[in-house]
């Protein structure tokens, strides 16, 4: 046991019992950030800030909701949005940070592959980047479930009975996840269950070792520079500042992030105030009826992309069902980013995308299909829609086919 | 200068991307369709003025015996329950009918009220419509009886109160305590199709949709069972703005508080970003 003496003030006396001034180092002070890197590297603090408000809107809304079919749409759009004083506000900030954590997500994901920040000892960083996409799409889809209003019934009844495309045991899974034959109360209480406790739970432990994961390859730069942290930081703190190519988290890295977030801010409370239909979509403010079918059932628009890659086979090959090859080409999509780093067969370069001779017209290439994917996700699959959908769809599998070719040509180059 | 241009470009990404999936997807999923058309052309005009007088004696004679109108003191024959079964529906109020609905549609409604109303593909022969046609009557008699149906009552009608006299024999509207005049099982057996709850409605259609379908339900769904019911633009205008106090009752505060909270960031954005400059000046 540490030698206890008497305290010279609140931090001395916590830092006997707790060391918060090591802690502190660790975490903040002496936790090294390079120097050479743009806006974008203040994404993952932006991501921080909107799980905070997606995490305290949600406890607010929670404290009024009602998780029941019959109670649901009304102590939503009735209680929330007009009874409780700025109910309307704690769900539009809701719904519109759901939306606007994708759109981040998004810029993260791509910003990591055009610097590429996900090889090279960086691979936990991606994987466990990728667990976090996967658990927020959980996290979001339930969480639209529960308004019970017209698309999340239908989007419900959708996307549960892909499940059941699963060979043999398809039909019973579906069963099994809706507690019922169809979507209904039952799966309503589960949805719940899963997006205010499992998840969120979830969410918060795999943060934790994204965050952690960043600690022994560090965070990558601008030009992908292979800096020595100790010598780096070792200037840093002998006051050689304006030298050295690090900066600590706290107080140079946050400082810019602050700004970078509240910049942000200004655009979401526009959007939570003024152009929220995009996050909370009218159709949705129907209540669930399950006798009426709406017209165009679409899912919110950051899964648009992967749900036209399923849409996009609408006609059978080669004797296969157009619906189990759409699944097979879904299933991949869904986790094809996750094993990226292994498809790149050059792993030693870093370099950003536009000192990679194929590599950029890769990325761009991938940034411009998943668009197309995501528009024509939500327009009518009909006619000349169907067939811009399928070729997107092909060339999105083709583009991870060819990636490992690409990068092993890239790496023969590099050789010479 | 590397940072803006970077800017430029997400900002370029994202805004294709929103263009997309919202105003071009919509535009696409929801076609062009003729605007709302307040002059109900289709019908034939009114050539002749009507005489308030004649048209008292004509309602009188006609009217009352299904109608109310509480505005004169006139109540129903029967309660809204025994209306419902021996009509199918709940017969309009008419205190304000000549006011709230548009003049040319109702004399073509008293002529043929299932071309007016667009319900030919509900009613007919085999089912006919409760109100009967009045085609016996003559031009000038049904002059007089738009004429007298307008000069009931001299005060403006609420918005509240168009809604219940054009909308609420059918729709409810939970969120302020409405309840549909006729219950929904009879309206299911009349009409084909259970009238829905309103209450968000404002916020499912929204105010732009709405006025283009109140108009005229028939060129918005193929096959609905919502009659055109002819309101003037200024009374379906009270309709919607109704609907909008009750669904969107928190607009006008989120519409105010919204350039506060943009306030707030752009002072808090602004202070972090001369923190930044002071930081990194010792850094850079």
């Given at each position: 046991m540490a030698e206890i003496r008497k305290s010279e003030g609140l931090i001395d006396w916590l830092d006997q019992r707790l060391a918060v001034k090591a802690f502190m180092r660790v975490m903040m002070t002496e936790y090294w950030i390079p120097k050479n890197i743009n806006f974008l590297w203040a994404m993952g603090v932006v991501l921080v800030v909107l799980f905070g408000v997606l995490l305290v809107t949600g406890l607010l809304l929670l404290m009024y909701y009602k998780p029941d079919i019959n109670l649901a749409f009304d102590s939503v759009n009735y209680t929330i949005m007009q009874e409780v004083e700025y109910g309307w506000l704690w769900r539009h900030m809701h719904g519109v940070a759901a939306s606007a954590t994708f759109l981040i997500i998004y810029i993260h994901l791509l910003t990591g592959i055009y610097y590429g920040s996900y090889k090279k000892g960086r691979e936990m960083i991606w994987i466990t980047g990728m667990v976090l996409f996967i658990a927020f799409s959980a996290e979001a889809f339930s969480g639209y479930m529960l308004p019970w209003g017209q698309m999340s019934y239908w989007a419900a009844q959708?996307?549960?009975?892909?499940?059941?495309?699963?060979?043999?045991?398809?039909?019973?899974?579906?069963?099994?996840?809706?507690?019922?034959?169809?979507?209904?109360?039952?799966?309503?209480t589960r949805f719940f269950m899963l997006h205010v406790v499992l998840l969120p739970l979830v969410i918060i432990i795999v943060i934790a070792v994204h965050f952690y994961s960043l600690r022994f390859p560090h965070v990558n730069n601008q030009e992908s520079e292979v800096l020595n942290f100790e010598i780096e930081s070792k200037k840093f703190l002998e006051g050689r500042k304006k030298e050295s190519k690090v900066v600590p988290f706290w107080p140079v890295f946050l400082s810019k992030d602050f700004f970078v977030v509240g910049f942000f801010m200004m655009i979401f409370f526009a959007l939570v105030c003024y152009q929220f239909d995009f996050a909370m979509d009218p159709i949705n403010f129907e209540p669930a009826n399950s006798m009426k079918t709406p017209a165009h059932i679409y899912p919110e628009w950051y899964f648009l992309w992967n749900y036209e890659v399923l849409r996009g086979f609408f006609f059978d090959i080669g004797g296969m069902a157009a619906m189990d090859i759409g699944l097979i080409a879904f299933v991949i999509a869904n986790i094809v980013f996750m094993i990226l780093p292994f498809l790149d067969?050059?792993?030693?370069?870093?370099?950003?995308?536009?000192?990679?001779?194929?590599?950029?017209?890769?990325?761009?290439?991938?940034?411009?299909?998943?668009?197309?994917?995501?528009?024509?996700?939500?327009?009518?699959?009909?006619?000349?829609?169907?067939?811009?959908?399928?070729?997107?769809?092909?060339?999105?599998?083709?583009l991870f086919i060819a990636l490992p070719f690409i990068t092993k040509y890239e790496a023969k180059g590099d050789a010479q | 200068m590397r940072e803006i241009k970077i800017l430029a470009i997400v900002l370029f990404f994202t805004a294709v991307t929103y263009w997309g999936v919202e105003p071009y997807a919509h535009s696409q999923m929801h076609p062009h369709v003729a605007p709302a058309d307040f002059g109900f052309k289709e019908i034939a005009p009114l050539h002749v003025n009507g005489n308030v007088d004649n048209g008292k004696v004509l309602v009188e004679a006609n009217c009352i015996a299904c109608h109310s109108i509480k505005s004169l003191g006139l109540e129903a024959p029967m309660s809204f329950e025994e209306a419902a079964s021996a009509y199918g529906i709940v017969p309009p109020d008419l205190s304000h009918a000549g006011v709230i609905y548009d003049k040319n549609y109702l004399a073509g409604f008293l002529k043929d009220p299932v071309s007016a109303t667009q319900l030919s593909h509900k009613f007919g022969d085999a089912k006919p419509y409760a109100m009967p046609s009045f085609s016996f009557l003559s031009e000038q008699e049904i002059a007089d009886v738009v004429a007298y149906l307008g000069n009931i009552v001299s005060t403006k009608i609420s918005d509240k109160g168009v809604f219940e006299e054009a909308c609420g024999r059918c729709h409810s509207m939970k969120y302020d305590g409405l309840k549909a005049q006729t219950p929904n099982t009879f309206i299911k057996s009349y009409l084909g199709a259970e009238a829905p709850d309103v209450s968000m409605m404002i916020r499912s259609k929204k105010a732009e949709y709405l006025h283009t379908f109140i108009n005229e339900p028939l060129k918005m769904v193929e096959g609905i069972a919502m009659p055109r019911v002819g309101l003037t633009e200024a009374s379906q205008a009270q309709v919607v703005s109704y609907m909008e106090s009750v669904g969107d009752r928190k607009k006008a505060e989120r519409e105010s508080l919204g350039l506060k909270l943009i306030g707030f960031m752009a002072i808090f954005t602004l202070i972090a970003y001369l923190w930044k400059v002071q930081i990194w000046r010792e850094v850079e």
């Open positions: 959708v996307i549960t009975n892909l499940f059941s495309g699963i060979p043999l045991i398809g039909d019973d899974v579906v069963i099994w996840i809706r507690g019922d034959y169809v979507v209904a109360d039952a799966t309503l067969r050059n792993p030693m370069n870093t370099a950003p995308a536009h000192k990679r001779p194929v590599f950029k017209y890769w990325f761009w290439l991938l940034v411009v299909d998943m668009i197309v994917l995501t528009v024509y996700g939500k327009l009518p699959p009909t006619g000349v829609n169907a067939w811009v959908g399928f070729v997107a769809a092909v060339i999105f599998l083709g | -």
